[in-house]
């Protein structure tokens, strides 16, 4: 029997009509038995990459993956597809590993996930020859790299592997940086450079936005209410600050919690397994909840502090929205951010030539930071891609406010030379502005001729001067002398007037009011989108599986959005294959059709007796109390034919309402007087 051919698989299979770039060129090397290495973004969709070739080839694929639970995640969505994988990891029950073990035996198995610990020992290589391995896919490669945070020295066993095997390697990862890269070559393919793969940085779903500090909690807090309910990642500097950020965002009426290094594994566990099964919760985190999270639709990603580099902010964001539906991006940045990311790198073990290599890193993202122009365009630029304003960030948006700021850093350099590169910026700002301070005048700096010339701006706009000219690495923290600033080479051509500079006016954008809530599809389509999901929700939960692994947020919007009306039509949408039109097709086309009448726009324009219109009102008030006012109860929703009933009996009382088929007392309390005022106001 001929193999099949890919482009087949990934629709009968996978459920997707395309490729996404980069794949296709991936998965017809991997399948052809190419080394391969592929550097492709997070979300960018590597695990297809290795999983279709693993179909098409002859024998048993065998995975290494750094984390038992993205392992078992993997497994578990393969089989919610209908393909026959498996894991062998210490988190196995005897059961479990016998039916691997079995599935093998009968040469069913076509992806055999494998911790990199069982390499150490010996028994595994002949136990992979025995059971007919023909390719090694490396997921996370950069785990070889020890000069990451996810080094596993384990990995470095994988290069042995492939020899003893002697089969093709496909190694993939989302870390862009030359070292790391080369380090892969190394460990794993012995220095002979595989076919390599490196495009695609594009996340055209993702918007991109950054904020200046101006009280962080607060630009957070009012981010995350304009986007409750949805799945995020809030990015930490601090374990103490993961904390207070969670209580913070949880007193704001949000599901929240963190999660930090420093907490022990059990709990560490149990927050990866809420945030993967749970809709709507926020995690606090430091960047240790990284390469274990693999949920494909957290909907937002924000910094509340300045990340390293630009390779570890393209990865933090790149988590959110892997299903391709839209996602947004908040990254806050200070000068104490920036003089804590110089300090770490400075006090780090690096060899010179990386710490100057990280320190570049840094300015390309603080470039980003406060950028002019187009902030995908400079990021596509850092890794080697062109492209033209994405219209979708938030300078496209509202292109910032400029002004020449040559005569403002000349000023500034001139009061940092003037006291002998000695202080901070609180300090400088002082002696610009003509302050007389007890320090200005203890070291008699009331007399220098730079003092008082600067009262054309106020502190707060100094202290933007001074964080763009950290950002533009004018100026850098003297790592000998706390907080003291030293002018760079960079900034002698604006010293001796060879060079302007155009800085931005920080627009302080004020939180004022509620925030408006961000919508995922049009008005129209809402409704019957959080349908879709309080299906999804009853059918996962009933199956214990994720939300997404039922179906993505991508797939339902697609629903809501196209409305098929038959089985045919569903399986047209992205992301539903054979199994799972199988499985689900014909519950979710009931919830389209059923819920078509009610939603039918030209309905709903009727008067507000309508039934329809009452149903929809019905339906929103249910899901925005799905769990309770505040948010954090237990879930609870009641059926189409409940509302319906509802709607069309128009119930007087609470009682009333706990009598109509398929209402508890519970639904009733939790939903009753919400339900009556609906009722109430259409009468
Ligand atoms: P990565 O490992 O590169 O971060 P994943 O392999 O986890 O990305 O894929 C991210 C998401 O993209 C998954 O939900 C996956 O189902 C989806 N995906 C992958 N390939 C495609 C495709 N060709 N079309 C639509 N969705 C895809
Ligand atoms: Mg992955
Ligand atoms: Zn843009």
Redo the contacts with the bound molecule.
Sequence with gaps: MAAPAPQEL?SSV?G?????PG?AEIVEAVTAGENTLAI??????????FQLPALCRDGVTVVISPLIALMRD?VR?LRAAGVTAGALTSGNTQDETDAVFAALAEGQLKLLYMAPERLASGAAVGMLRRVGVSMIAV?EAHCVSQWGHDFRPDYLRIGELRQALGVPLAA?T?TADEETREEIVTRLFDGVAPRTFLHGFDRPNLHLAFEAKNSPRTQILYFAAARKGRSGIVYCGTRAKTESLAQALREGGHLACHYHGGMDADDRRTVEHRFQTEDGLIVVATVAFGMGV?K??IRWVAHADLPKSIESYYQEI??AG???APAETLTLYGPDDIRLRRTQIDEGLAPPERKSADHARLNALLGLAESLGCRRQILLGYFGEQADPCGHCDLCERPPETFDGTTAVRKALSAILRTGEYFGSGHLIDILLGQNTQKILDRGHDSLPTFGVGTEYDRRQWQAVFRQMMGHDLIRPDPERHGALRMTEAARPILRDEATITLRKDSVVRAKGRPAAKELVGEEDAPLLSALKAKRRALSEAAGLPA?MVF?D?TLIEMAQTRPDSLDGIARI??VGATKLERYGADFLAVITGAGEAMHPARRQLAGRDGGVLFDQLQQVQVDLARGPSGIDKYLSCTHSTLRHIAERKPGSIDDIARVPGMTEQKAERFGSAFLAVLAQAS
Excluded at 16 to 20: G, I, K, Y
Excluded at 40 to 49: E, I, Q, R, V, Y
Aim: with cysteine.
């Design positions: 990934l996978f997707f009509a395309s490729f996404r794949q492709m973004p997070t979300g960018g969709g590597k695990s297809l990459c993997q969505a997921d993939f989302a693999d494909p639709d790149g988590r892997r299903d391709g997404y993505n991508r992205n992301g």
